[in-house]
C-alpha cells in the first residue's frame, strides 16, 4: 500500500495508509534494509510529507519499501553530520516564522530560509508573528523598515499574532488545500500558532530564556498534522497540512552553490553576468560591479548584501 511519513527519526517512521483519516493512528515502520535506495547521501533518508510504498506485518507495523517520487523537497545542510538533511518533503509553502522582539527579529537567517525555498521551488510566506507586542509596545522602524523592504522585493509578508488572532483568518486562507512547511528559531511561537488554528492539538509551547532573549526547544521531532481550515468547503480544499519542525539556531542552504547564489535572492538575480567581469565578479570591490551599484542606489538593501556575503562564504566553506 501507499502511506504518508507522519514523524520519524533514524530507523523508525510513523506512517498512515493515503486514503486513512487523519484521525488514524497509523503503523510503525521500519526500513527495509538499513539504507533506502537513493538516499545513501542524506543525514536522514525520509522526512514528514513523503509518500512511500509499505508493506504491512504484524498488526500497527510495517516495512517501507521505497520512497515515491516528490514533487518538492526542503533541504539544508546539517554541520553536525556533514550532510544534507530533509526537513520535509512535498511542501507547497514555506512559511517562515519570525518575531518583532522576544526573540527580536533576525532578518539575515530569515535570508537563509528564502533562499532555500526558491532553491527547493517553494512558496515562501513570511509570517511576522508575536504582533500583538508592537501593538503593545509600538513598532520598531528597524523591523517595519525591512519587512516592507522584503514587500517591496516580491515576498509576500503577513502580520500575525497567535495569541489575538490578528492575521489568521488570512493565513487559514493561504494555507488551505495546501501543505504547508513551518520554519524558524526556536521562540517565535510555531507551536503557539498551530494551537491557535487548531486548538485540539494542544502543541506544547514553551518560554524565552531571558538571559539570550531566544526560544528554548519544544518540538523535538518534525511532524506532519492535519486539520480543518474552518471553511465551509468540503473535499480537501477544506483541510489543512502543516509539518511543524523543530526551532533550528543555524541555517546553510543546501543545494545550491556560493557562484551560482545570486540567481535566488530576488533582486540580485535581474543583475547576474552583467558586471564588468561578468560571472567571475566577487561583487566586494571590482569597479563596474552591478550588485555594489545596485546596493549603493538602494535597490539591495544593505543589509541582504551583507547576508549574500555571509552565506556565500558559508557555502564556499562546505
Known sequence: MTGLVIRGSRNVFTIRPEDAPAEEKGLECRLKGKILKGMEGYYNPLAPGDRVAVEAGSPGMGQILD???????????????QKPQILAANPDRVLCVTSPLSPPFRPRFLDRILIQAEVSGVIPLILCNKYDLVRRDGPDPDTEERLEDYRRIGYDVLRISAETGEGLGELRARMAGKTSVLLGQSGVGKSSLINSLCPELNMRTGILNEKYDRGNHTTSLSELLEFSAGSPWEGPEGRIRVIDTPGIRRMVPWGVRGDTLILYMKEFAALAGKCTYGLSCSHRTEPGCKILEAVAAGVIHEDRYESFLRIRDDLEAL
Not at 520512497?67 to 553530520?81: D, I, P
Open 67 to 81: 520512497v515515491l517520487e516528490r514533487r518538492s523537497l526542503l533541504v539544508r545542510f546539517n554541520q553536525k553530520g
